[in-house]
């Protein structure tokens, strides 16, 4: 017999270890490329234009840039649309067998794998509509991979305000428009922003749809239109690691791969910043 | 087999008492006026009916209150006069209620336009996340009232009609969610008042109250039924008793008595009031 307290024990310890294996591993991960990835970074490697033949005189600054062109896009793309359609499941449809049908396959489509919409957006974007490879097919493609998330996220942010606030609004002779603009949307803003954020920092961490849309390795210049082909970092950092043949590629990764992590940690700060402010008025 | 022979008992009670629906309303009754009047109201969720025949007369400037055990139908009758019931899919009525000469379930009905004349307080306290000052402004900004100053008087007439004015006026711009569950209670009550009903429904409005909180909202609804309709769902007896001018009880969907509420408290016509008042019902 096991009494409740070593029980309780045991599980607390079970969930400490756990807790910090998780937080450890991940830890571990970033101090490694940060220790690897530090040495080649300098201003030149940060906004040099890239030099195919000998790495070490040029930079990643059009990688940089596609790849926040490619954030840029993808946002525009994806927020208002997955936004609205949360908005819509989740206030305006009736609640049936085809909204019940429609919202699990969105769920679904959440999970289908990266490198099927690059192929969709290929045969779709690319060939079909003429886009060619392009920032504009990219940012496309990967909207339609970060809609799903957004709209799950947003769909769960407008069901957490609570119903009686709804309901106090209609009592009051709101319209479904009135309340939501003036209700539902306003409390459910930061859940909202958190989803659709983390949707587009994974989107544009994505590496082998880009490959198929328009992510060129060597570029020699900035893309000056959404009909030109883009660098990535992904990309570029998958390519120095697999397929370069300079000495210094591995290094030249590493250093890429720091550059990501910080590019994205800066965005999800600016948004977790924007939150708390947020958060700070509002009270229930 | 008891159950059921209970309830056939029942309905024919029932149907004795719709037949003498006018016989019993006392002669008080008849010389009202009437603000509302359900004809007939039959109401379902899914398959399961709530009321059932239901025929009521609310009086103008009267405070009716509408009690009977949990699941009676009392609320599901108190939203059907906003029709806040509408926004439940599942649900289907039938029958006419009659407000202003007109039938409310008319499809051309301006449902807004009911909910602005009707207004309506909820069991538990739901201020807005917003703070004192928008609550109650909430419902002249959804009205398209544009005018500030119009806004701050009316806002401040309404705060002081629900007896809140002296306890926040010094703090409107705080969150709402600070406020006691009484004085939440009461910024609902003003909120309501703001857009000036003709009818103010509340919905066992001190349930969630300790009784020196019930006592205000008391005071407050007695001296507000001067210039409006009031209906109440109570679970209280003694509240409907205090505060009430007619008192209407339900069970499973049907009206077993209404009438004068003293009378109905001191000197009730039938059994099964008698029962539930003197609480031996169950």
Request: net charge positive.
């Amino acid at each position: 017999m096991v009494n409740e307290l070593s029980k309780q024990n045991i599980y607390f310890i079970f969930f400490r270890t756990a807790a910090f294996l998780s937080v450890g591993v991940l830890l571990f991960i970033l101090l490694y490329v940060f220790k690897e990835g530090v040495g080649v970074i300098n201003l030149k490697f940060l906004v040099g234009m890239w030099s195919q033949g000998d790495i070490t005189r040029g930079g990643i600054f059009p990688a940089i840039i596609g790849t926040i062109f490619l954030a840029i896009g993808v946002s525009v793309i994806s927020i208002p649309l997955g936004v609205s359609t949360a908005v819509y499941l989740s206030e305006y449809a009736k609640e049936n067998l085809f909204t019940r049908t429609i919202k699990l396959a969105i769920r679904n489509l959440a999970g289908v794998p990266s490198i099927v919409y690059g192929i969709f957006g290929l045969a779709f974007f690319v060939l079909l509509l003429n886009l060619g490879g392009s920032l504009i097919a990219a940012s496309l493609t990967l909207g339609c991979m970060t809609l799903p998330w957004i709209i799950t996220a947003s769909e769960e942010a407008l069901k957490s305000v609570p119903y009686s606030f709804r309901e106090g609004s209609y009592a009051l002779g709101a319209t479904k428009w009135q309340t939501v603009k003036r209700n539902v949307l306003p409390n459910s803003f930061s859940g909202i922003l958190t989803g659709s954020i983390l949707g587009i920092s994974r989107a544009v961490g994505e590496t082998s749809p880009i490959i198929l849309v328009g992510a060129t390795f060597f570029m020699g210049y900035l893309p000056s239109s959404p009909f030109d082909k883009f660098m990535a970092l992904p990309y570029h950092l998958f390519i120095l690691a697999t397929q370069h043949s300079s000495p210094y590629a591995r290094e030249y990764a590493l250093g890429t791969a720091l550059v990501l992590i910080v590019l994205v940690f800066i965005f999800n700060s600016g948004v977790f910043v924007l939150r708390y402010k947020l958060r700070k008025k509002k009270e229930w | 087999m008891n159950e059921k022979m209970n309830e056939k008992m029942n309905e024919k009670m029932n149907e004795k008492m719709n037949e003498k629906m006018n016989e019993k309303m006392n002669e008080k009754m008849n010389e009202e006026d009437i603000k509302i009047e359900f004809k007939c109201i039959n109401f379902w969720y899914n398959s399961k009916q709530i009321l059932a025949d239901v025929n009521l007369k609310i009086f103008s400037n009267k405070i009716t209150a509408l009690i009977g055990p949990s699941g009676c139908g009392k609320s599901t009758l108190l939203r059907c006069i906003n029709r806040m019931n509408d926004l439940i899919s599942i649900s289907k009525i039938r029958g006419k209620i009659v407000y202003n000469q007109k039938n409310i379930y008319e499809e051309d009905t301006d449902v807004i336009g009911l909910r602005k004349k009707i207004g309506m307080v909820f069991q538990k306290p739901n201020p807005f996340p917003m703070s004192i000052f928008e609550n109650v402004a909430y419902g002249l900004r959804i009205h398209n009232i544009k005018d500030e100053n119009k806004i701050k008087q009316i806002v401040k007439e309404s705060l002081e009609k629900a007896d809140l004015w002296e306890e926040v006026k010094d703090r409107l711009n705080v969150s709402a969610f600070r406020l006691s569950g009484g004085q939440q209670q009461r910024l609902c009550i003003a909120r309501a008042l703001a857009v000036n009903p003709d009818v103010l429904l509340l919905d066992e409005p001190c349930s969630a109250l300790d009784p020196l909180a019930t006592t205000k909202i008391e005071c407050l609804l007695k001296r507000l039924k001067d210039e409006r309709t009031i209906v109440i769902v109570t679970h209280n007896m003694h509240q409907a008793r205090r505060i009430s001018d007619y008192t209407c009880y339900l069970l499973n969907g049907r009206i077993i008595e209404y009438s004068d509420t003293a009378e109905m408290f001191d000197n009730p016509k039938n059994k099964l009031t008698k029962d539930y008042i003197n609480g031996e019902f169950g």
